[in-house]
């Protein structure tokens, strides 16, 4: 049975686990993923130093294991935006968006016309290099409706802008951006501090009153079921190189213990 397609777990009830994928870019990172039961991967190019050509690569990893991928771009430049979704990511996560304005823009560069100013290339990676002759204008539809565009709430003005940034169409989740969004408020690391906890709560409500999905990274499998109870229905449960580390150091300290 084909995996459901990012579009398609949008709408699926119940929560949504993934995880990022920092440092292991290897050709087998999707089936290993896909094995272990995870719904999605986001590929990380902002912290990373990943470049398109590994986006690509691994794009195509992601494809045959049928697990739905998102790539978060390293900016809101529109080249960012679109050269990912070119390559073929199912969604693209753009950080530190704070105003509609911003949201605006990123939408313009990921959805073709008449939705948005997308530039025109077909038949590559995105449609699966299919041969197609069918008009412009039905490909355009298909390709704006696959593409998910998932928007980071890093900061106080992006949170307080989270209900007309999620109201607009085209917007299909916010992802809270824990650290950024804790430093931006001068309480680093601070996750209980009321102003953090004000703003998390903004969004989720703005979420939950526009129809749209919530998600959020979480340290490990317990806090991201905490995070389902809280209304986020998207989670990543860590990240590769971490998720590497713990187990490696819960097996040392059996062994050694």
């Known amino acids: 049975m084909t995996a459901p397609s990012l579009r398609a777990l949008l709408t699926r009830p119940g929560p949504k686990v993934g995880t990022f994928l920092f440092e292991f870019a290897t050709p087998g990172i999707g089936q290993i993923v896909k094995a272990a039961g995870a719904d999605f991967a986001v590929l990380d190019m902002e912290h990373t130093g990943f470049g398109f050509d590994t986006v690509r ?20 430049a529109r080249h960012h935006v679109s050269r990912a979704l070119d390559a073929g990511a199912d969604g693209v996560m ?3 968006v704070s105003s509609v304005d911003q949201a605006k823009a990123i939408l313009q560069a990921a959805k073709y016309w008449p939705l948005g100013t997308r530039g025109v290339a077909l038949g590559l990676a995105h449609e699966r290099y299919a041969r197609r002759s069918e008009p412009l204008l039905k490909r355009f539809a298909e390709q704006n409706d696959r593409t998910v565009v998932i928007l980071q ?14 109201a607009l169409p085209g917007v299909d989740m916010l992802w809270l951006g824990h650290n950024d969004l804790s430093v931006a408020l001068d309480k680093p690391g601070a996750f209980d501090d009321p102003a953090f906890t004000a703003a998390e709560q903004a969004m989720l409500a703005a979420c939950r009153k526009r129809g749209k999905a919530a998600g959020r990274l979480a340290v490990d499998a317990a806090e991201a079921k905490r995070f389902t109870g809280m209304g986020y229905d998207f989670v990543s449960i860590s990240g590769d190189v971490w998720l590497l580390q ?8 059996t062994v050694k213990g």
């Not at 992601?62 to 991928?69: G, K, T």
């Not at 709430?153 to 999620?166: Q, S």
């Open 57 to 76: 690569a691994t794009v195509k990893s992601l494809q045959a294991a049928e697990l739905p991928c998102v790539v978060r771009v390293p900016s809101q």
């Open 153 to 166: 709430i890093e900061d106080g003005r992006g949170a307080e802008a989270a209900d007309a940034i999620a």
């Open 94 to 96: 753009v950080p530190i």
């Open 246 to 253: 713990s187990a490696l150091a819960a097996g040392i300290a």
